[in-house]
């Protein structure tokens, strides 16, 4: 008699549900244990958090610069103040992030610039983003199933209703690497670097995303946008040889999908520009690649169609933050799904121009 066959449920503090019709990934249990680490469990607020760190507090950030030096007399006196260690619980709302919270990557992006100098605003900041997670625990990354998985329990998730007038692109073949990049240019005040982020989505949700301050100070944001599109492709590369592993082979190049054109003729049509040294090479590795079909950039209109906009700044949640985090984690559903789960298709074609 064969043993039953039983489901993973967790994984290191990762809840697992599988269902008839998708997967569910969250941190709810790890919220709930870290939020209490520093008292703050029962704190009420007049009015509900609709993002990690708004506009005006991310500003503040970006302008504060840093504070003192962690473990000097004046950090400690900081901290005490504060109630809670910096450093500790940066690494706590690091881990959700990691694992699933995507829609923290831009606030842990930013903070974590500040960890061995915080200062008054960057612990508001912590704050902030760790209330954000108290009031949105629940909230998981949905990998939704093109056909139903007969056995297994229903499950309770109702897709969101999606916002109107939004059309969203999505390659024809559903086991096709997508990438969407973004970058915001020479926005730290220190370094004049920039911050740039990328989501990359298999079955219209995202596997693999990044925010993160450049590592080479960009002369121009078309340079800041070639390198952040080098940086996405890597990872593209690798999901792509992933699922060709899986036999899921790639029937054509992964969309790049950008909202800089300067940047998408560099790479489409090969045109010349001026280049520095450290972005001289990677124009070149990312010609080969697109040459190799491995790659193909694609405009896409910035706001509420590129989700790695959510990446590289603070959005309000009048703009469009928590439309870009539903999108990414599944919430709206996907258009490789079926029934009631099923997202709106739009067709998207490469395009050189």
């Known amino acids: 008699m064969e043993p039953e066959k039983k489901f993973a449920t967790s994984f290191n503090g990762i809840e697992i549900e599988q269902t008839e019709g998708y997967i569910t990934i969250r941190v709810e249990k790890y919220i709930n244990k870290v939020i209490p ?53 940066l690494g706590e709302l690091i881990f959700a992030c990691v694992v699933v919270r995507l829609d923290i990557g831009y606030s ?69 690497i997508t990438a969407d990049v973004d970058v915001s240019h020479a926005t730290d005040r220190e370094s004049r670097r920039s ?71 560099m790479v489409n049509q090969s045109r010349p520009t001026t280049r520095t040294r450290h972005i001289d090479i990677q124009w070149f590795a990312i010609q080969e690649w697109k040459q190799k079909e491995d790659i193909i950039m694609q405009y896409i209109k910035t706001g509420d169609k590129n989700a790695a906009d959510a990446m590289t700044k603070a959005l309000g949640w009048v703009l469009v933050h928590n439309k870009h985090a ?9 258009p490789y799904s079926y029934g009631d789960y099923k997202l709106e298709m739009h067709n998207t074609a490469h395009k050189d121009e």
Request: aromatic residues 8%; proline residues 6%.
């Open 108 to 176: 842990m992006s930013l903070l974590s610039r500040f960890a061995e100098y915080p200062a008054k605003v960057h612990y508001i900041g912590l704050k902030s983003v760790a209330r954000y997670l108290r009031e949105t625990k629940d909230r998981p990354i949905v990998y939704w199933r093109k056909t139903s998985m007969v056995g297994l329990p229903k499950g309770t998730f109702i897709p969101y209703k999606k916002p109107e007038n939004i059309l969203y692109p999505f390659p024809e073949d559903l086991y096709l």
């Open 37 to 89: 680490n520093h008292r703050w469990e029962k704190e009420t607020y007049s009015k509900k958090a609709k993002s990690p760190l708004n506009d005006t507090l991310a500003r503040e950030i970006l302008d504060s610069g840093k504070g003192a030096t962690a473990k000097t007399p004046e950090a400690i006196v900081l901290e005490k103040e504060m109630g809670f260690p910096c450093r500790m619980h």
């Open 326 to 334: 539903f999108r990414s984690m599944g919430h709206y559903g996907s």
């Open 195 to 265: 911050t740039g982020g990328h989501m990359i989505m298999v079955f219209a949700i995202a596997v693999l995303w990044l925010a993160k301050l450049q590592a080479t100070l960009a002369t121009s944001s078309s340079e800041s946008e070639i390198m952040q599109t080098v940086s996405a492709s890597k990872g593209v590369k690798r999901c792509r040889h992933i699922m060709t592993e899986l036999k899921r082979a790639q029937s054509g190049p992964s969309p790049i999908n950008k909202d800089n054109m300067a940047a998408i003729m």
